[in-house]
């Protein structure tokens, strides 16, 4: 059984005090830092490079969780991998080579993810299950934090955890968008485990409590699979 993991995204932190943010979130407990890596064409937002991925981890022990959100992955595994990235997630809807995207990261002795827009089936991913040790489902169209989560979504993680079961592999099943203590409900009872927090996570103004708030959401979720999920409530 895999523990509920939580990984607030930086791209919701202040950049003006990139070191005191991620300060908070190694101190308020998070399990590792998601990193949103966009080019301006398989997104329509560009955030940083691989220089800003090594300052993150020259800041912090935790590690850093890197979903590329571009289009020729292949090219940037290497400067990712010096960069300090413990984990490279990539899109199955990328123009590279899947397979040997995924071989050349597990050479790189990282270990390896596939993403999933919300308008790509869960099929596009599934030859490539014995292979990967992450899944995440996107639960927002990528490119922007602070979208509304997509409960639609959860059916591809049901899908997740019955292929796992089905084909004895090994994958994390990781959500990204819109999570908070509200949505963390359905999520975690889909089955999803890596829960990626942004917005809901650095607009906290004490950013511990809202990392408890998560484990302890996601903790009453599983407990009475009968309860109802806690009205959503702003900020
Ligand atoms: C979306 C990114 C996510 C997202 C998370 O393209 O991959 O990591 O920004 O931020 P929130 O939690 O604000 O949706
Ligand atoms: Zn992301």
């Known amino acids: ?70 289009s020729r992955p292949r090219k940037f595994i290497t400067a990712f991998v010096e960069a300090g990235a413990a984990n490279l997630t990539f899109h199955v809807e990328c123009e590279d080579d899947i397979r040997t995207a995924i071989d050349e990261i597990i ?16 099929s596009a991913v599934r030859d490539y299950l014995g292979a990967i040790d992450r899944l995440l489902i996107m639960t927002v169209e990528p490119g ?34 819109g999570l908070n203590s509200h949505t963390i409900w359905p999520a975690v009872r889909a089955g999803a485990e890596v829960i990626v927090a942004g917005t809901s996570v650095f607009s906290h103004a004490d950013l511990g409590q809202a990392i408890q708030d998560l484990r302890d959401n996601a903790q009453a979720a599983l407990a009475d699979l009968d309860a109802p999920a806690p009205e959503e409530t702003s900020g």
Request: hydrophobic share 45%; glycine share 10%.
């Open 107 to 122: 050479s790189s002795n990282r270990s390896v993810g596939l993403s999933v827009k919300p308008r790509t089936p869960l």
């Open 1 to 70: 059984m895999n523990p509920i993991r939580v990984a607030p995204s930086v791209i919701a932190a202040d950049f003006g005090y990139l070191r005191a943010d991620v300060a908070r979130a190694e101190q308020g407990g998070a399990d590792m830092l998601h990193v949103d890596i966009m080019d301006g064409h398989f997104v329509p937002n560009i955030t940083f490079g691989p220089a800003i991925v090594q300052t993150i981890q020259s800041l912090t022990k935790l590690p850093l969780d890197v979903h590329l959100m571009i």
């Open 144 to 177: 922007f934090g602070g979208q509304k989560f997509m409960p639609d979504m959860m059916a591809k993680v049901e899908q997740a955890v019955t292929w796992r079961r089905e084909g004895g592999f090994k994958y994390d099943i990781e959500v990204d968008g």
